[in-house]
T-cell receptor, first 113, second 110 residues
Framework: NAGVTQTPKFQVLKTGQSMTLQCAQD?????MSWYRQDPGMGLRLIHY???????DQGEVPNGYNVSRSTTEDFPLRLLSAAPSQTSVYFC????????????FGPGTRLTVT | SQQGEEDPQALSIQEGENATMNCSYK?????LQWYRQNSGRGLVHLIL?????REKHSGRLRVTLDTSKKSSSLLITASRAADTASYFC??????????FGTGTLLAVQP
């Protein structure tokens, strides 16, 4: 199993540009989530999904959209990038909705200029 | 904020020493997990302690949980240089979202 994969690894955007961060898992996990990690602030939940077709907001959802058309994929869209969205983004998946062990992807480092 | 607070923020020890880090929340904690993050990598799950457990061991890891104090501690015994990493606690919120702590950066000097 590849586990959780994320692309791209690095990305530089100009303010106002849009882009999609890709996340895929091959473990047939129901629960998937997106976090952003900023220095000194740990991980903050952006959006999550408890199964295909179901998504919900986390702590910091503004400026981001998600969709979950399949169990495997959970892309994160930045609608109009802002410098405040400069961060490292992690996708994670979990076997069930009881929030047990989370499997994390390697991360995407995004810089918005 | 529901975010967990961890202390210390940073810890530097010598190889062979024990490392203790603490995690506390303002809201009730349930099924608390600990994760490790090596520099530039994703988080890796270390251990989960359920709310009806007070202590749990896994290899050189010892985790305690005090639900009345809404706190947990992670002890790494006989530390090695390879233990150098950031350590995070996490617990589900009342809305079933996983809330992470701010992290402890551990440096183990060879």
């Amino acid at each position: 199993n590849a586990g959780v994969t994320q692309t791209p690894k690095f990305q530089v955007l100009k303010t106002g540009q849009s882009m999609t961060l890709q996340c895929a898992q091959d473990m047939n996990h129901e629960y998937m989530s997106w976090y952003r990690q900023d220095p000194g602030m740990g991980l903050r939940l952006i959006h999550y999904s408890v199964g295909a077709g179901i998504t919900d907001q986390g702590e910091v959802p503004n400026g981001y959209n998600v969709s979950r058309s399949t169990t495997e994929d959970f892309p994160l869209r930045l609608l109009s990038a802002a410098p405040s969205q400069t961060s490292v983004y992690f996708c994670a998946s979990s076997r069930d909705r009881e929030l047990g062990e989370q499997y994390f992807g390697p991360g995407t480092r995004l810089t918005v200029t | 904020s529901q975010q967990g607070e961890e202390d210390p923020q940073a810890l530097s020890i010598q190889e062979g020493e024990n490392a203790t880090m603490n995690c506390s929340y303002k809201t009730s904690i349930n099924n608390l997990q600990w994760y490790r993050q090596n520099s530039g990598r994703g988080l890796v799950h270390l251990i989960l302690i359920r709310s009806n457990e007070r202590e749990k061991h896994s290899g050189r890891l010892r985790v305690t949980l005090d639900t009345s104090k809404k706190s947990s501690s992670l002890l790494i015994t006989a530390s090695r240089a390879a233990d150098t990493a950031s350590y995070f606690c996490a617990t589900p919120s009342y809305t079933n979202k996983l809330i992470f702590g701010t992290g402890t950066l551990l440096a183990v000097q060879p």
